[in-house]
């Protein structure tokens, strides 16, 4: 299966800072047998839709996208997944937050959103590598039963 890492950072697309994060979700990913397609972009939310759109129709099945989820006047990632996915999952993000209480409290200012477009699962992370890392423990169990679920490939999730 094929999954995207978009890195949504100014500092790290203009050479100021190295990402850090990417390679934490990229390896995650690699780790489970995705075959990981990566890019940083700079946090304009133009670009950030054009790459998750670009990501989905070249056949990721999972777009993972890291930064740009807080506060700061030029985060945007949420805004710009809000526009192109067709519906929104809360409970991902919404447990991302929940859990993430556990190490910090501001984790209660994550702005982050997932959803689906077509038949690919988007969720927005955090920034810093501790926190995605964090955020990938927390959703990996139930991340690729929503995969299969997007994909039509489970036909009865109910619990027995």
């Not at 999954?3 to 050479?15: H, T």
């Not at 996915?85 to 859990?99: C, L, M, N, S």
């Not at 299969?148 to 109910?158: A, H, I, N, Q, T």
């Amino acid at each position: 299966m094929k999954a995207g890492v978009i890195v949504c950072s100014d500092r790290s697309f203009y050479g100021e800072r190295e990402d850090k994060s990417g390679p934490v979700i990229c390896d995650f990913l690699s780790n489970r047998g995705f075959d990981v397609e990566y890019k940083v972009v700079p946090d304009d939310k133009d670009t950030i839709k054009e790459a998750i759109v670009s990501m989905v129709d070249d056949g990721a099945v999972l777009v993972l996208t890291s930064g740009g989820t807080g506060l700061a006047p030029r985060d945007v990632t949420p805004e710009a997944t809000l526009e192109v996915i067709d519906k929104q999952v809360p409970g991902i993000a919404e447990a991302i937050r929940y859990e993430s209480l556990k190490y910090t409290k501001n984790a209660m200012l994550s702005r982050g959103v997932s959803g689906v477009r077509g038949q690919s699962l988007i969720v927005n992370l955090a920034g810093s590598p501790k926190a995605a890392s964090e955020s990938l423990e927390i959703i990996e169990k139930p991340l690729l039963h929503a995969i299969d679920l997007v994909r039509g490939e489970v036909k009865d999730c109910g619990r027995n």
